[in-house]
T-cell receptor, first 116, second 114 residues
Framework: AQKVTQTQTSISVVEKTTVTMDCVYETRDSSYFLFWYKQTASGEIVFLIRQDSYKKENATVGHYSLNFQKPKSSIGLIITATQIEDSAVYFCAMREGRGNTNKVVFGTGTRLQVLP | ETAVFQTPNYHVTQVGNEVSFNCKQTLGHDTMYWYKQDSKKLLKIMFSYNNKQLIVNETVPRRFSPQSSDKAHLNLRIKSVEPEDSAVYLC?????????????FGEGSKLTVL
């Protein structure tokens, strides 16, 4: 069964610095999709960035980028030039590509606090 | 901009009562989901529908029943609520038949069972 693990419960950084959040996953499938989502204090969950397993290039969107290390089953999220409004809970998630189970599994989340 | 709408956003009820949550998406997606988020922020999938057909049905108590009238609507009924049902219920949708799994979430429906 697929599994997503985020070991960092909470991280604090000073604004304008770079932060990396870790995520490792388990899957038996050769094709899968990895995501990072952000949940703000209001409870809203928004999609940030996605990595397709067959792509070697790390995905980048704005000041979010991924560190995809397939041999290590690792997909880290890097936020550069952090801002106060980046303070939120960040979830790593995975969808196996096989079949039409439409099942997306989430990690336990990492709470990021960006301090002035 | 929100495109997945959930009602109600909050509901307080007593053990044994019935409650229903409604979800509508205006994104033209064909796949919809219900997730449960507990007090520790753990997100667990409950159900997934493709164009009105149930695709994913996790190990969920039988008092939970999803209903889909069309691909834009997915409701969740809880027949006789228990204290452990207190949580936030999140509706989500995805396009391309959920092939990639990229989800768009509603604002959530917070249930408190007294």
């Amino acid at each position: 069964a697929q599994k997503v693990t985020q070991t960092q419960t909470s991280i604090s950084v000073v604004e304008k610095t770079t932060v990396t959040m870790d995520c490792v996953y388990e899957t038996r499938d050769s094709s899968y999709f990895l995501f990072w989502y952000k949940q703000t204090a209001s409870g809203e969950i928004v999609f940030l960035i996605r990595q397709d397993s067959y792509k070697k290039e790390n995905a980048t969107v704005g000041h979010y980028s991924l560190n995809f290390q397939k041999p290590k089953s690792s997909i880290g999220l890097i936020i550069t030039a952090t801002q106060i409004e980046d303070s939120a809970v960040y979830f790593c998630a995975m969808r196996e590509g096989r079949g039409n189970t439409n099942k997306v599994v989430f990690g336990t989340g990492t709470r990021l606090q960006v301090l002035p | 901009e929100t495109a997945v709408f959930q009602t109600p956003n909050y509901h307080v009820t007593q053990v044994g009562n019935e409650v229903s949550f409604n979800c509508k998406q205006t994104l033209g997606h064909d796949t919809m989901y219900w997730y449960k988020q507990d007090s520790k922020k753990l997100l667990k999938i409950m159900f997934s529908y493709n164009n009105k057909q149930l695709i994913v049905n996790e190990t969920v108590p039988r008092r939970f029943s999803p209903q889909s009238s069309d691909k834009a609507h997915l409701n969740l009924r809880i027949k006789s609520v228990e204290p452990e049902d207190s949580a936030v219920y999140l509706c989500a949708s995805s396009g391309d038949w959920g092939a990639t799994g990229q989800l768009y979430f509603g604002e959530g429906s917070k249930l408190t069972v007294l």
